[in-house]
Structure formats: structure tokens, C-alpha cells
């Protein structure tokens, strides 16, 4: 199982942006699907997007599409995700997690990272 840090949370006003980085260690990183979950408080954790191995293949929810971009890094086991024009209600915590399945659905996934705040707030 790859071991997974996430980072690059923050405080933002509505509209503007951030990007956030998934770190992984401990396996063949190309060889995994890498997704981003978030909870909000009070929420039930919801799937993001992901990104295949090589990073052809990647899907939003409908929430964030066209807002958020997702892309990774195999050289530096790293996967990123541009979150542009942000809302209140991105606000939530955000995980990465590694599975082998292309789906957004966390059950899929085996691996987790502890997750980084986003608060989006005038």
C-alpha cells in the first residue's frame, strides 16, 4: 500500500484558487488510480475526481467540473489538484487515496491519506 501525504490548504476568498499536492511513497506509484475526497462538516465524504497511472484517463464530479483540473507526476509521485473560481460549499477536507479501479467511489480505494483543510469564506 502507497503511503499518501496531502497538502497545500488553505483559508481562500470565494473565487479564487489553490492547488493541492498528494505525495506517495512505499509502492509502483504509476501503477495506481490516485482520486480526491472531500468531507464537509456534517457530510458524508464525497468523490472529487481521479486520475488513471499514466494520466489519461481522469473524471469530476459534476460539482467541479470545469473548475477543478486533476494531473500527476509519476517522476515526483505526485498528484495535484488545480481548484479554481472556489465556492463556499468546496469548503471540506480533501484526501487523496490510491485504489486500481477507475471509479469515484471510495470503496475502491485501499489507501488514504489524513486529508488537508480547505475553507473558502468572505
Known amino acids: 500500500q502507497l503511503h499518501l501525504v496531502e497538502s497545500g490548504g488553505g483559508l481562500v476568498q470565494p473565487g479564487e484558487s489553490l492547488r493541492l499536492s498528494c505525495v506517495a511513497s512505499?509502492?509502483?506509484?504509476?501503477?495506481?488510480?490516485i482520486g480526491w475526497f472531500r468531507q464537509a462538516p456534517g457530510k458524508e465524504r464525497e468523490g472529487v475526481s481521479y486520475i488513471s497511472g499514466y494520466g489519461g484517463i481522469a473524471r469530476y464530479a459534476d460539482s467541479v467540473k470545469g473548475r477543478f483540473t486533476i494531473s500527476r507526476d509519476n517522476d515526483k509521485n505526485t498528484v495535484y489538484l488545480r481548484m479554481n473560481s472556489l465556492e463556499p460549499e468546496d469548503t471540506a477536507t480533501y484526501y487523496c487515496a490510491a485504489g486500481r479501479v477507475l471509479i469515484l467511489d471510495e470503496s475502491s480505494y485501499d489507501s488514504w491519506g489524513q486529508g488537508t483543510q480547505v475553507t473558502v469564506s468572505s
Open positions: 512505499g509502492g509502483t506509484f504509476e501503477s495506481y488510480v
